[in-house]
């Protein structure tokens, strides 16, 4: 996407806004925190000279791992150079009942139907809840989000919070299963996103956890939300540049507290439509900027919370597809290394695990293709030529046999069978075959489970959130 001179353009212009510009740090710790290090701090405002970001970026890792819970290796997520890793998104107040079809508030039980789902999929890396618990109390949804979560997937959780409260809820549960804090900084088994505002605001709840993240060692995500036209430049270059900047005042932060702190370069960036006046999760600006923006994150050493799979479509239809399956394929092409919002729809207000699900084979599509071509002595295949020659075939080769169940990919939802073998089977659409698939999901899978102690950690997690919102 940009060149190694526009890079450096960015990542100059983005040291030039910390440096000149600065944010607005609404956290007095905070502040303490970054005057200490050496920023200008002058009320609210910290403006952070450019060797503190630097030295911030030389401290943070570019690699690292965050573990499954239940030891299998195959769920692990290895960050770092090479591979987009995917998952849903949190909080849309709304979901796709799976059962009714229709849009209705998103309660308890659906955390577990996306994390058992998620579970399942061979595609999704991680689990987030696409919603917003609405049927406990409001200050508790994160809580019961990753207490119902946690033990219907074994993939590791990106959890959010309110504040450093619920962050200690999350915590607890997750140091229960890893075996104590020690245990969980060898094998973190989540990864926490804290989101400050934009234009330019670090707030107290998003550096309340940013600092509990640092204290404890959980791997962050520090990522702005901003809306080119709204709250940011209309420009692409100009919305890379300030939600860096952005991000990065909470990379100094963190690496201030914790040096070698797993953290993730974040922002999701996209347009506001004028004629919609919406976030628009759909358009084509949301790949590219995020596209560059993963560019930056990269030529910086950091790894990157991307963005795809989502639609601003309100149904599993033509336009969900589209959308959805473009976005993905871009953040796999760029090597986002957390992609997050698979499931997203009606702009990141509904959240629809058919997204999910359908989602998930346009994953494994663009896996395929960003895996490349193999050239080797083996895979040149001259000798198995040269054996089967001129009108031949290569059905009975040795080579095929060898070959044909990794050189292919097999879709799980595409159907590739004749027009008289799909009659037969249904004649189903791609919107059935989904439906069907997370049905059959939820009836057949079961995740590893979570051991005793951890079920009475969330237990006692969340009898003592009760009482705390009694108070």
Known sequence: MLS????????????????????EVQHKKARKILKKAGAWVDGDRVRIPAYLVKDALAKAPRSFTIFARDGNPENDI??????????????????????TLERRP??????????????????????????????????????????????????PIVAWSFGKDDAEDIHKIAIAEAGGQDAFEKRPNYVHYCEP??????????????????????????????????TAPITAAGIITQAAAESWMGLVIAQTLRPGLPFFMGGVLSVMDMSAMILAYGAPELSLMMAGHTELAHFAGLPLWQTGGCTDSK?????????????????????????????????????????????????????????GIEVTEETLAVDVIHDVGPNGHYLREQHTRDHYKTEFW?????????????????????????????????????????????????EAVLAAAEERVKE
Not at 83 to 99: Q, S, V, Y
Not at 107 to 133: K, M, Q, W, Y
Not at 216 to 223: A, E, K, L, S, Y
Request: net charge negative; aromatic share 8%; charged share 20%.
């Open 410 to 458: 097999y879709p799980n939802l595409c159907d590739r069978r004749n027009f008289e073998e799909w009659q037969e089977m249904g004649s189903t659409t791609m919107r059935d075959r989904v439906i069907a698939r997370t049905h059959d999901i939820m009836a057949t899978h079961q995740p590893t489970p979570i051991k005793p102690e951890t079920e009475q950690a969330i």
């Open 106 to 155: 998103y309660v308890r039980s659906d955390s577990e139907i996306v994390a058992t789902v998620c579970d399942a999929l061979p595609n999704i890396d991680f689990c987030e809840s696409l919603g917003t618990i609405s049927d406990v109390h409001d200050e508790l949804a994160a809580s019961y989000e990753f207490a119902t979560m946690f033990p219907k997937t074994s993939k």
């Open 315 to 371: 149904t599993l239809d033509e336009q969900a597809a589209l959308e959805g399956s473009l976005s993905v394929y871009f953040s796999a092409l760029s090597g986002g290394d957390l992609c997050h919002d698979v499931g997203y729809t009606e702009s990141g207000m509904t959240g629809s695990i058919l997204q999910t699900v359908m989602m998930d084979e346009a994953i494994g599509y663009s896996r395929r293709i960003t895996r």
């Open 78 to 99: 290895h960050i770092g150079p090479g591979r987009a890793h995917f998952g849903p998104g949190p909080t849309p107040p709304n979901f796709i009942d799976i059962e």
């Open 4 to 23: 190694d001179d526009q890079l450096q353009e960015l990542f100059d212009g983005v040291l030039h806004v910390l440096e000149y510009t600065g944010l």
């Open 197 to 230: 505002l934009s234009p330019l605001v670090s707030t107290v709840e998003a550096l309340d956890k940013l600092i509990f993240c640092a204290k404890h060692r959980v791997p962050v995500i520090f990522t702005p939300c901003p809306l080119a036209g709204g």
